[in-house]
């Protein structure tokens, strides 16, 4: 069974300017989150999709990033204008069915300059 | 004081020894407990998931949960070099919907 897959796996830009991280989950999955983990720090939620709709983005800076995931499979992450303290790195998840067991990416480290 | 509440290390130990990682939480609607592996530059991956209180064991792994203490631990026995890697643990509150809530992870470096 293939694994979550992401790309890219790192990256770097200037701050103020914009990047969009991409995430394959494991086929059938239907629940597929996107976690930021800072440096010395547990991953956070940003937005948990249940196919393609969502289901909690509360901590999703909403004015600066975005998420998709369409026709419930793949997703992207987008941040626009990106700022320093968004370099962290970008982990994508995804689970049969929310609660259950959930399978991380190798994730997408980002480094804002 | 945040929800989940675990040291970040880093803990070092030799080869063959017991290790106990512990993280304590304060909200008592937390009803499923996990721990997961992080080794370096590679995403998490689920070691034990329990639900409620008590204790479970897999092979060198022994999870436990204390829900009146709002405690919660893993073991690791005959410990290896494999084991090096940072340990998260998380919980939830049900399984319908909400989010897995972090600790920061504690380090662990096994010396051969």
């Known amino acids: 069974e293939a694994g979550v897959a992401q790309s890219p796996r790192y990256k770097i830009i200037e701050k103020r300017q914009s990047v969009a991280f991409w995430c394959n989950p494991i086929?059938?999955?239907?629940?597929l989150y996107w976690y930021q983990q800072i440096l010395g720090q547990g991953p956070k939620l940003l937005i948990q999709?249940?196919?393609?709709?969502?289901?909690?983005d509360s901590q999703l800076p909403k004015d600066r990033f975005s998420a998709e995931r369409l026709k419930g499979v793949d997703s992207t992450l987008k941040i626009q204008p990106a700022k320093l303290e968004d370099s962290a790195v970008y982990l994508c998840?995804?689970?049969?069915?929310?609660?259950?067991?959930?399978?991380f990416g190798q994730g997408t480290r980002l480094t804002v300059v | 004081q945040k929800e989940v509440e675990q040291d970040p290390g880093p803990l070092s130990v030799p080869e063959g020894a017991i290790v106990s990682l512990n993280c304590t939480y304060s909200?008592?609607?937390?009803?499923?407990f996990m721990w997961y592996r992080q080794y370096s530059r590679k995403g998490p991956e689920l070691l034990m998931y329990?639900?409620?209180?008590g204790n479970k064991e897999d092979g060198r792994f022994t999870a436990q949960v204390d829900k009146s203490s709002k405690y919660i631990s893993l073991f690791i026995r005959d410990s290896q070099p494999s084991d090096s890697a940072t340990y998260l643990c998380?919980?939830?509150?049900?399984?319908?919907?909400?989010?897995?809530?972090f600790g920061k992870g504690t380090t662990l470096s096994v010396s051969s």
């Open positions: 998840a995804s689970s049969w069915r929310t609660g259950e067991e959930a399978f």
């Open positions: 086929s059938g999955h239907a629940t």
């Open positions: 999709f249940q196919n393609n709709g969502v289901v909690d």
């Open positions: 909200n008592s609607a937390f009803q499923y």
């Open positions: 329990t639900y409620s209180s």
């Open positions: 998380a919980m939830t509150i049900n399984q319908a919907g909400t989010a897995l809530i």
